[in-house]
């Protein structure tokens, strides 16, 4: 009780050293909120749009498809009308979308890079990936539609050095190993 007394009377005797303590302590708590609450919806955005623009709520992979050294192993994908078919009575299911993720080489005639694609249901990846469109910075995301068409992400498309309209080859390697090639129009870049 004596220190709560000897506190109170020091804080009476310098009352602008008073002050300024309280407000400093009060602007500081406020930082720290502030920037708590400023880093929390940074990291909440960022989940949000990671899920709206690339994954999805849920992945349903192969057993050992992460844990294996091949990049993107196209013989661990999964039979999507067995996973379907298991997972089509869960309620609050909104869509579910089958993706190839794959990886080979671009190539026009003066240029060649290599990539890491994904292949997509359209309907069905923009009603579980919605902010997909929004990403788009030039020409249009593909439609149901559209055959034999591709978007690329804006570094894709410079190294390439092509345009929205333009023709690109796609070489990509197949389950079995064989070497699959097509020619892609450019149709927008995200």
């Known amino acids: 009780m004596k220190l709560l007394k000897i506190a109170t009377r020091n804080t009476k005797r310098n009352v602008r050293r008073t002050a300024i ?39 349903i992979h192969k057993t050992g498809y992460r844990e294996t050294l091949d990049i993107l192993p196209l013989d661990l994908s999964i039979k999507f009308d067995d996973v379907l078919k298991s ?5 609050g299911l909104k869509e579910t979308s089958g993706r190839i993720f794959f990886s080979g080489q671009m190539a026009t005639q003066e240029e060649s890079v290599m990539l890491q694609g994904k292949a997509i249901d359209v309907a ?32 894709s498309s410079e190294r390439l050095k092509i345009d929205v309209g333009d023709t690109i080859l796609l070489f990509a390697t197949s389950k079995e190993g064989a070497i699959n090639a097509t020619e892609l129009m450019l149709k927008g870049v995200f």
């Open 21 to 59: 303590t309280v407000i400093t302590i009060v602007i500081g708590v406020f930082v720290i909120i502030f920037a708590g609450a400023l880093v929390k919806g940074f990291q909440n955005e960022t989940v949000v749009q990671i899920i709206e623009t690339r994954t999805g709520d849920i992945q």
């Open 87 to 91: 997972i089509s009575g869960i309620k």
């Open 124 to 155: 069905k990846e923009l009603v579980i990936c919605p902010r997909l469109k929004d990403s788009m910075i030039l020409g249009e995301f593909l439609t149901p539609e559209d055959k034999n068409k591709i978007v690329l992400t804006k570094d």
